[in-house]
């Protein structure tokens, strides 16, 4: 069982940076991909970024790469977002997910197997 907490979200202006974070309880964090999604108004959750259990491979949504960078710490049972060069349409609530058994390369929410309570993001423009 983890247990997922997300952090480090608010209110940015476009062109601005934020870091996510999102600890996990639970002593086999290390052996779980990680990921994070987004949901906006109105539209399904889509994902964003992932990393692998030893942090050594990652893969991103097109539209955030070069912006995003995904990162864990396994020390500390966290996983970051730092993103940058913020735009409104990044806004969303964004979710950290944890997937037991599955590759980097994992976009579908439903293949993760434990899911944070979110955190707003809000770029203004």
């Known amino acids: 069982q983890v247990q997922l907490v997300e952090s480090g979200g608010g209110l940015v202006q476009a062109g601005g940076s934020l870091r996510l974070s999102c600890a996990a309880s639970?002593?086999?964090?290390?052996?779980?991909?990680m990921g994070w999604f987004r949901r906006a108004p109105g539209e399904e959750r889509q994902f964003v970024a992932s990393?692998?259990?030893?942090?050594?491979?990652?893969y991103y949504k097109d539209s955030v790469k070069g912006r995003f960078t995904i990162s864990r710490d396994n020390a500390k049972n966290t996983v970051y977002l730092q993103m940058n060069s913020l735009k409104p349409e990044d806004t969303a609530v964004y979710y950290c997910?944890?997937?037991?058994?599955?590759?980097?390369?994992?976009?579908?929410?439903?293949?993760?197997?434990?899911w944070g309570q979110g955190t707003q993001v809000t770029v203004s423009s």
């Open positions: 997910a944890a997937g037991s058994g599955i590759g980097v390369v994992t976009t579908t929410p439903s293949r993760y197997d434990y």
């Open positions: 990393i692998s259990w030893t942090g050594g491979s990652t």
């Open positions: 639970g002593r086999t964090f290390s052996m779980y991909t």
